[in-house]
């Protein structure tokens, strides 16, 4: 079955820190994988998309980055936290179906930076 | 503008009622996705449409292409109906741009 596997589920990070957070994928082969950020009381956005190895697409600057190693591992990355990057993150993948590009997404980080 | 708008931003209403929530978008889409949130954040897939009308138990959804409009439906609702439900259309690389969700409370 497809499966797709984030963590940590919850993180608090003192401004400044590094940032990793992981997504695994299961059952599938090349996805497109995406990272989106909802901040508090707004919708969900656009961070990163990637449609293969080492293709990272940025959609909004920050001070985020993304790699995807392997074919199925997706990562975000921050060097140093600032208290605007709190949020939860989710990561998500889409795979080609009938009817067009079905999603299916992870359960999300909760990222609160004190 | 959002390209992705959703309304009622909020929704109350009593175990049993007729719920619609409503969603128009403005830019050209490859389909239409409804979503579910629940407070823990994880979120699930509903539906999926580029066209028409389709059902899940007692979910519908709906779609209008030229009036770029669709609707969800929950007939005969129900607490553990309450949940964000979110409006979302596929961009140009199959990325998702998301409205901001309504907030759906069925009380007792």
């Known amino acids: 079955s497809q499966t797709i596997h984030q963590w940590p589920a919850t993180l608090v990070q003192p401004v400044g820190s590094p940032l990793s957070l992981e997504c695994t994928v299961e059952g599938t082969s090349n996805p497109n994988l995406y990272w989106y950020r909802q901040a508090a009381g707004r919708g969900l956005q656009l961070l990163f998309y990637?449609?293969?190895?080492?293709?990272i697409s940025s959609e909004v600057p920050q001070n985020l980055s993304a790699s995807r190693p392997q074919d199925r591992q997706f990562i975000l990355s921050s060097k140093k936290l600032l208290l605007s990057d709190s949020g939860f993150y989710l990561c998500?993948?889409?795979?080609?179906?009938?009817?067009?590009?079905?999603?299916?997404f992870g359960s999300g980080t909760r990222l609160t930076v004190v | 503008k959002n390209e992705v708008e959703q309304s009622p931003q909020n929704l109350t209403a009593q175990e049993g009622e007729f719920i619609t929530i409503n969603c128009s978008y403005s830019v050209g889409i490859s389909a239409l996705h409804w979503l579910q949130q629940h407070p823990g954040g994880g979120i699930v897939s509903l539906f999926m449409l580029s066209s028409g009308k389709k059902k899940h138990g007692r979910l519908i959804a709906t779609i209008n292409i030229q009036e770029k409009h669709s609707s969800l439906h929950i007939t005969a609702s129900h607490p553990r109906d309450s949940a964000v439900y979110i409006c979302?259309?596929?961009?140009?690389?199959?990325?998702?741009?998301w409205g901001a969700g309504t907030k759906l409370i069925i009380k007792p």
């Open positions: 990637s449609v293969g190895i080492g293709q």
């Open positions: 979302a259309v596929s961009g140009p690389r199959y990325q998702l741009i």
């Open positions: 998500a993948w889409t795979v080609r179906g009938a009817g067009g590009y079905g999603y299916t």
